[in-house]
């Protein structure tokens, strides 16, 4: 009953893909050429990660401009390593990560993560 108080719409399930092995991020660069992609990455150790991805969730929309990928960064560390390096962003956790045509075109992390911002964002590209 509480929820309802503070809740202005219905959650929506994210379609999240889950980044979990090295050779997805292929897959991430193929599908950036025909729409962006979000990475979404999280610690799952951190309360501050949990409560940027609850806003994050509680935001989304289904008719998002984005393909959304979620990256577990404890359990894939390798994966979370390997984003830094090839989209040339510094590690931050939680982070979110724009790609359009195979690179990193926006990112931002912690409290700057909005989905708002990143719908906006994504449909520049």
Known sequence: MLGKLFSSKDKVSLPWKNLEDLSQLEE???SSKERPVLLFKHSTRCSISAMALGRFERSYDENASFEPYYLDLISHRD?????AS???VRHESPQAILIRNGKAVFDTSHMGICYD???TESKKL
């Open 79 to 83: 994966i979370s390593n390997e984003v």
């Open 117 to 119: 911002e990143l719908n």
């Open 86 to 88: 090839r989209y040339g």
């Open 28 to 30: 991430v660069d193929n």
